[in-house]
Antibody, heavy 118, light 113 residues
Framework: QVQLVESGGGVVQPGGSLRLSCAASGFTFSTYSMHWVRQAPGKGLEWVAVFSSLGDNKYYIDSVKGRFTISRDNSKNTLFLQMNSLRVEDTALYYC???????????WGQGTLVTVSS | DIVMTQSPDSLAVSLGERATINCKSSQTVLYSSNNKNFLAWYQQKPGQPPKLLISWASTRESGVPDRFSGSGSGTDFTLTISSLQAEDVAVYYCQQYYDTRKTFGQGTRVEIK
């Protein structure tokens, strides 16, 4: 069955870095666009970034451009999010989610918690 | 980016009664070439990731009870729960997947009155 398992979250000081991973199984990873979505404590869902299944297309929400980098290793069925220059407002539960071509997010992981605090 | 706005932010409905959630997009999410609305609804219960309920504005996912229905086109959409059950207490989000940056509405919390 389809599984998405995030890891790499933790507590970091403002200005610090973290690298999140999302291990995928149960489907052909390379054929899906993979997204990161975050949810601040008690708040709503915020789309963060996507790595398209087609080519090398990556897109980000404006607030993380230049600080976050999304990447994927199709040979290891893993999605990554390198987060640098972290801010307090980046504190959130980070989910990875898959989407078929032109389709919504049909599977989500359980999320990994990132806390940015001094 | 396409901005998604839901209303209301929260609502309390008696068991067995109808719940209606509205979602408005800042620009059309109707793709003219295939006449499909790139609009989804998700349900999120406490401590769980979101669950896809409805895609293409009105197509229920497999296993979703038929008391959930979606309607609308272009920029205005509605999620209706025809007869609220206790297990429907959750936060509901709309999302557009028309654009590469797949934005969500702010969420609507549904509670039992």
């Amino acid at each position: 069955q389809v599984q998405l398992v995030e890891s790499g979250g933790g507590v970091v000081q403002p200005g610090g870095s973290l690298r999140l991973s999302c291990a995928a199984s149960g489907f052909t990873f390379s054929t899906y666009s993979m997204h990161w979505v975050r949810q601040a404590p008690g708040k709503g869902l915020e789309w963060v970034a996507v790595f398209s299944s087609l080519g090398d297309n990556k897109y980000y929400i404006d607030s993380v451009k230049g600080r976050f980098t999304i990447s994927r290793d199709n040979s290891k069925n893993t999605l990554f999010l390198q987060m640098n220059s972290l801010r307090v407002e980046d504190t959130a539960l980070y989910y990875c989610a898959r989407a078929g071509a032109g389709a919504p997010f049909d599977f989500w992981g359980q999320g990994t918690l990132v806390t940015v605090s001094s | 980016d396409i901005v998604m706005t839901q209303s209301p932010d929260s609502l309390a409905v008696s068991l067995g009664e109808r719940a209606t959630i509205n979602c408005k997009s800042s620009q059309t999410v109707l793709y003219s070439s295939n006449n499909k609305n790139f609009l989804a609804w998700y349900q999120q219960k406490p401590g769980q990731p979101p669950k896809l309920l409805i895609s293409w504005a009105s197509t229920r996912e497999s296993g979703v009870p038929d008391r959930f229905s979606g309607s609308g086109s272009g920029t205005d959409f509605t999620l209706t729960i025809s007869s609220l059950q206790a297990e429907d207490v959750a936060v509901y989000y709309c999302q557009q997947y028309y654009d590469t940056r797949k934005t969500f509405g702010q969420g609507t919390r549904v509670e039992i009155k």
